[in-house]
């Protein structure tokens, strides 16, 4: 879903995806398209809302910038097997910020992936 903001910004939603969550808890509920779910959601691991939402973000980002998915197969259990070991390349006709930034929020070990605050200070968000 798009939403405008009150000074004509864009907004992506996919309440699909959305679930409920307090700070500290970790969540077990998998919801959503899997084309953009976390390898550790469809692992069925516990797992921290955030973590999963920059994910989400970097598969959005992905598909603005090239016009398709990252993870991407008619087969279920094929597209898992992508999305666990982070199969996906980036085209050459990416910036250099793009291709930094992009393979950080996509990153499979969800400790290692890149926060919120960081993408926001990252020179490709500025």
Known sequence: TLFLDSNLNIKIADFGLSNIMRDGDFLRTSCGSPNYAAPEVISGHLYAGPEVDVWSCGVILYALLCGSLPFDDESIPNLFKKIKSGM???PS???QLARNLIPRMLEVDPMKRITIP???LH???Q
């Open 123 to 125: 020179p490709w968000f």
């Open 93 to 95: 006709h990416l910036s």
């Open 88 to 90: 996906y390349s980036l």
């Open 118 to 120: 960081e993408i926001r």
